[in-house]
Each structure stands twice: as structure tokens, then as C-alpha cells.
């Protein structure tokens, strides 16, 4: 009854918005309730909206347009007018950032198809293209997938993070996770079959159904915030025309300004064998048969994730790493998450990197490859390779030197507003240069650059002080800057760091290993002693530092820290904790956990 009623709300409340809009609004809704008896929630709803479309209209649709094209005197003002300044972070130069001028770009309705063109539908794609229509503008969405090179696996529109990316990670992160607890729960008094056992099929079935469910509200919405879809490969003809190469043959477009937003994809290793038996994290999601013995080349983050639920869900994993491990995170972090691993069972092969994959006849592959340092060579066999070593952005395809669009590295640089070196194109999402490489950023990102193209914002995004998690088996989260970013931007004898490891109270019945559960706040060492960055490994590391990472935005200092009430018991609270420092030498390690 309640799902039929909330299905039955939403419909009657679009048909509401609908009347309520038309010139006999006041005429249509009188007569609907002088002549019905109508229940209190649909009153309710009724009222709700006429209250809202009250507001609108008095106010001034955001991002309307007078005759020329231009915001009209309704548009948001963004951060302008009486706002007060960003807050000025010690190592964020925003005021040079916020100095700049806003280029807006105003449409010119009629001598192009389209005001705008995303091209990309993914995280950044679909953001930017549905607040653009929000705003008022007339757009339309490029989305292609091309099929991997190993087992041709593609997916519907939404991008990485719906379809091969963060989504079905964190569930298989999720289903590791379940059969570690459900193994724990004996220990609580639980009675458990020995026997439970994970079936990878049942997931991945389970994980796709999500995925296609995700990959049809994607295209209704667009539907409904009438975004044109058009599933199609872009390439540019000049710097308002592109080529679309779809099904039913070529189709040339035009118009007014283009952001680019497709993304990248896992790269390949220069090898014999590479594209023809190894996979990357494209294809893991939708594999039809079970991993077994996996060899994971490649210890950044999303080596590291699947090599953990992989082990999680009852399979060997191997970790091979060329250099370092978490490249780009704080180092002392990434050795105690690799070090977790390790004692978990994950092997990982140091300092090596592959020569060869042979695929043997019983179907098993042969991967040959050696030390950087020494140059011993070794082998050994695995039933599935999988390549964790990088990703490409994808310009190639995108013919951008026909629109002039400066490449660097197969990204794109663009200034603080996401404007290329090309007056009417932009970029946002994983395609640009020097940018996290997040999907929170470039949905953030492709919204503010819709407002401020449209609707007359200036607000930019700040791509520092971004929060992010490793969903490893005991995850890492962090924000700001890692203590050897600190210490190369103001030196060892300015940075103090308080560090401590804890217990979770969850871990003490099944008598789990805390030896890696740690955490570190990267501070200035005088004055208000201002927090440069935060460090977490532990249980939920996600749900722990988003809050706190609000905070650290907002100048969070030591002194108010540590002077934050904690709730207790939970890990977060061991932030609150923190009083020793490494320079003191004193140990870390906690004697209780109650005062």
C-alpha cells in the first residue's frame, strides 16, 4: 500500500506541477476541490506544490533568458553580491583562483542544434548535462562504450562509477566482507555452518541486476529532464561541429559550447599476451566463471580493492608491485594497508613487473616476469591475469585537434573554470589533467560548470581537500594533505603529527587483529596548529572522515579536536583521542579503552 501510494504521489504531484503551471491554475484547482473529496496527502501534496510554484514565480525561474540569449535579471547570483570571501586554507591559493574573471558564454538560439553538448555519459556527463537543462539550455548527451579488447564486455550508460567502477566494487567490497563477519559471528554466539561458502555467479547476477536497474533510471531521468540521449562515438569536425557515429550511420551536430566528459579506461601492458588472456576491473564485474588464482599487477588503489574482496570471497590473489604501493597517498598509510594485507594471506611480488602471458593447454595462464632491481626472472601460473596498472584518458577517438583542444599526457588541461585552451569547450571528470580523479569531484564539478555557464553562478569547484577511501579489508580513508606533502610544503620542523592505534570494540570477541588499526592528524606544529590533513585505517574508513572532512575544510585546528566530545564507542571518536605526537617519541599504542 505505502509503495503504491509514494508511486501514486509522485505522478499526481508531476501532474499537479503540470496544471498548476497552465494560465486557468486557480480556475482548474477550485473546481478540483469543490467537486472531490480527496484524501489529506493528495491535499497536502497539492498544496505543496502550488506553494512552490508560487515561490518560482515570484522569485524568477533560475536561469531564464531574455530575447538575446542572455541570463535573465532572475538567474542566480551565485557566490557574487553580499557573500562572504572562501575561507582562505594555508596551503589553498583560492584567492588567485577566485580572482579570475567568469567567462560566460551566452547561446545563440537557433543557429545551432543545440546549446550544449556533453560528451560523455558518465558521472561529470550526466551532471553537468542535467543541470544545464535546469537552467534552461537545450542539450544533448554523447555516450559510447567500446567493447574491451579480451572478452568484449560492455555496459549502459552512467559511466564508470555505475557500471564497472565504484558501484560494483563496493558491493563486492560488501559481499568480502559479509562472509568475514558471518565466519566472526560464532564467536558472538551465533550457529554457523562450517560449510558457507560464497557462489560468485549468484553475485555477479546480483551485481549486474543492480547495474541495469541503475542504467534505466539513468535513461528516464534524462528522458524527463529532457536531455537528449544519443548513443553515439563523438568526434570533432571544427569547434562547434561534431561527427556522431551511431547504428543507424553518421550524424553531424552543432552547437554553442561542448564539454568533454569521457572519462578513461584501464590500460594495457606492452606485452606478449597482455590483451589477448588478461582482464582489467572492465570485465572483473561481469566475469562468467569463478576468478580462482588471480594474479592482480598493479598496487594502486584499485589493485589493492580487488585483490582484497577477491580474498575476501574465498580466492588467492597475488599482488604485483613495480615501485610503491598507493602511489600518490600517504606512504606510512599505504605500507600499514599493504602490511594488513599481507597478513591476511595476500602475497605481493615487490619490486617486479610481467614479461609474458602464454595461455596453457589446459586453459591455465603462464605468466613469466621478473625483479626491476636484481633482473631474476621467475613464472608462475594463474587462472586469470588482471591488469591494475593505470588508466588512459580517452582523446584519441575524439579527433580534437580538428577543434584546436590542447592534449597533455591523453588528458586535457583546463584553468580554474574547466575552460580549455578553446573558447567554447570545456572539460570536467576524469579526463582532465592534474584533477582527483574521483566521481563525487566531477559530479560537483560538472554542476558548478552548468550553473555557471547557464544560470549565471560563479562559484568554481575547490579540487583541494578532497576526502577519499581505499576499500581494502580494512579500508583508508583520508584528507588533506599526506605527511610528505606537509613536510615538502613547510618543512619537518613546522609539521607535527599525532598518531595513535586503537582497538574497535567490534573486533575484540572474534579477537581480530588491530595491530594495523591506526590513525594520524597532520597538523601545524605552532600556533592555532592548524590541521593539514587526516588519516584513518580502521573499520567503515568512509563513514568516518567524510564528517571530519567538512571540518578540515572549515579550518579545523587541534585544539578544537581534541576538545570535540567523542561518541562512545566508536572508532571516529579516536580522532578526539589524539595527544601524542611522533616527535615525542612516547609509544602510541592505547592501555584502555574507557578513559
Not at 580474498?311 to 606510512?332: A, C, H, N
Not at 605527511?483 to 610544503?489: H, I, N, Y
Request: glycine share 10%; charged share 20%.
Amino acid at each position: 500500500m505505502n509503495l503504491c501510494n509514494s508511486r501514486f504521489s509522485v505522478t499526481f504531484v508531476r501532474q499537479c506541477s503540470t496544471i498548476l503551471t497552465s494560465p486557468s491554475a486557480g480556475i482548474l484547482q477550485n473546481r478540483c476541490l469543490l467537486t472531490t473529496k480527496v484524501p489529506n496527502w493528495i491535499s497536502s501534496s497539492l498544496s505543496c506544490v502550488q506553494q512552490t510554484f508560487q515561490r518560482t514565480m515570484n522569485s524568477g525561474q533560475r536561469g531564464s533568458r531574455d530575447s538575446t540569449g542572455a541570463p535573465g535579471a532572475g538567474a542566480s547570483g551565485g557566490s557574487g553580491g553580499g557573500a562572504p570571501p572562501p575561507f582562505q586554507h594555508p596551503h589553498c591559493d583560492r584567492t588567485a583562483m577566485y580572482a579570475q574573471p567568469v567567462r560566460k558564454m551566452s547561446t545563440k538560439g537557433g543557429s545551432y542544434d543545440y546549446d550544449l553538448i556533453v560528451i560523455g555519459g558518465g558521472s561529470a556527463g550526466l551532471a553537468c548535462a542535467k543541470e544545464a537543462v535546469l537552467n534552461g539550455a537545450r542539450v544533448a548527451c554523447l555516450d559510447y562504450v567500446k567493447p574491451t579488447p579480451t572478452l568484449g564486455t560492455k555496459w549502459g550508460v552512467g559511466g564508470t562509477c555505475v557500471n564497472v567502477g565504484c558501484i560494483p566494487k563496493k558491493l563486492m567490497h560488501q559481499a568480502s566482507l559479509l562472509g568475514e563477519a558471518v565466519h566472526e559471528a560464532a564467536a558472538y554466539g551465533w550457529n554457523v555452518d562450517d560449510k558457507i561458502k560464497p557462489d560468485w555467479n549468484k553475485l555477479v547476477q546480483s551485481v549486474q541486476n543492480h547495474i541495469k536497474s541503475v542504467n534505466w533510471v539513468t535513461r528516464v531521468d534524462l528522458r524527463d529532464k529532457k536531455v537528449e540521449y544519443i548513443n553515439g562515438l563523438g568526434s570533432f569536425v571544427d569547434s562547434h561541429t561534431l561527427l556522431a557515429k551511431l547504428k543507424s550511420g553518421d550524424r553531424t551536430i552543432t552547437a554553442q559550447t561542448f564539454v568533454i566528459a569521457v572519462g578513461g579506461r584501464p590500460r594495457y601492458p606492452d606485452i606478449p599476451g597482455a590483451v589477448e588472456y588478461g582482464i582489467t576491473s572492465d570485465d572483473l564485474f561481469s566475469l562468467d566463471r569463478e576468478p580462482g588464482k588471480t594474479l592482480v599487477v598493479g598496487a594502486g588503489y584499485i589493485g589493492l580493492e580487488c585483490a582484497g574482496f577477491l580474498k575476501g570471497l574465498g580466492y588467492e590473489p597475488t599482488v604485483m608491485v613495480r615501485s610503491i604501493v598507493l602511489r600518490g597517498f600517504d606512504q606510512q598509510m599505504a605500507e600499514l594497508v599493504a602490511a594488513s594485507m599481507e597478513e591476511r594471506g595476500i602475497p605481493f611480488l615487490r619490486k617486479s613487473v610481467p614479461l609474458s602471458v602464454e595461455k596453457q593447454d589446459d586453459g591455465k595462464l603462464l605468466v613469466k616476469y621478473k625483479n626491476a632491481e636484481t633482473g631474476e626472472e621467475a613464472e608462475d601460473v594463474f587462472d586469470t591475469v588482471l591488469w591494475a596498472i593505470g588508466r588512459k584518458g580517452l582523446v584519441d577517438d575524439l579527433n580534437l585537434p580538428n577543434a584546436g583542444v590542447t592534449v597533455q599526457k591523453d588528458k586535457i588541461p583546463v584553468d580554474s573554470q574547466e575552460a580549455t585552451n578553446v573558447a567554447n569547450i570545456y572539460a570536467v571528470g576524469d579526463i582532465i589533467y592534474g584533477k582527483p580523479e574521483l566521481t563525487p569531484v566531477a559530479v560537483l564539478a560538472g554542476r558548478l560548470l552548468a550553473r555557471r555557464l547557464y544560470g549565471g553562478a560563479t562559484q568554481r569547484m575547490d579540487y583541494k581537500d578532497v576526502a577519499t577511501t581505499v576499500f581494502t579489508p580494512l579500508e583508508y580513508a583520508c584528507v588533506g594533505l599526506s605527511e610528505e606533502d606537509a613536510v615538502k610544503e613547510y618543512g619537518a620542523d613546522e609539521i607535527e603529527v599525532f598518531h595513535g592505534y586503537y582497538k574497535p570494540t567490534e573486533f575484540f570477541i572474534p579477537q581480530k587483529s588491530v595491530r594495523y588499526c591506526y590513525l594520524k592528524a597532520v597538523a601545524e606544529r605552532h600556533g592555532d596548529q592548524r590541521v593539514y590533513g587526516l588519516h584513518y585505517i580502521g573499520p567503515v574508513a568512509g563513514e568516518v572522515i567524510q564528517g571530519f572532512a567538512a571540518a578540515l575544510k572549515s579550518g579545523l585546528t587541534i585544539n578544537t579536536l581534541i576538545n570535540t566530545v567523542g561518541i562512545h564507542p566508536t572508532t571516529a571518536e579516536e580522532f578526539t583521542r589524539l595527544a601524542i605526537t611522533k616527535r615525542s617519541g612516547l609509544d602510541p599504542t592505547p592501555a584502555s579503552c574507557c578513559s
